[in-house]
């Protein structure tokens, strides 16, 4: 079992950053593959950035590019999620989500086994 715990959420202004964290407990970080994902008030939960267990591959939603960015600190058992230049649109809850050793696409939420709490973010106008 893991245990996820994302902090970092709050208001923002648009235009502002934010630095979002996934925390992990239970089993070795390094192996999991680690994505966030977010869901707006009526909307699906939408992929927004992935990190590979291995290799420090990492990829991103077409809205996000350029803006985020995604890191993890396997020593600390930790993910990060550098959120630039956010839009209001942007405003959502804020998942992370992991799934061991797997080397799939990172947008099937069907393949995580583990979900965060989740963390608000909101952007203002």
């Known amino acids: 079992q893991v245990q996820l715990v994302e902090s970092g959420g709050g208001l923002v202004q648009a235009g502002g950053s934010l630095r979002l964290s996934c925390a992990a407990s239970g089993r070795p970080f390094s192996r999991y593959t680690v994505a966030w994902f977010r869901q707006a008030p009526g909307k699906e939960r939408e992929f927004v950035a992935g990190i590979r267990w291995i290799g420090g591959n990492t990829d991103y939603a077409d809205s996000v590019k350029g803006r985020f960015t995604g890191s993890r600190d396997n020593a600390r058992n930790t993910v990060f999620l550098q959120m630039n230049s956010l839009k209001p649109e942007d405003t959502a809850v804020y998942y992370c989500?992991?799934?061991?050793?797997?080397?799939?696409?990172?947008?099937?939420?069907?393949?995580?086994?583990?979900w965060g709490q989740g963390t608000q973010v909101t952007v203002s106008s």
């Open positions: 989500a992991a799934a061991l050793l797997y080397s799939g696409s990172y947008d099937i939420r069907e393949k995580y086994d583990y």
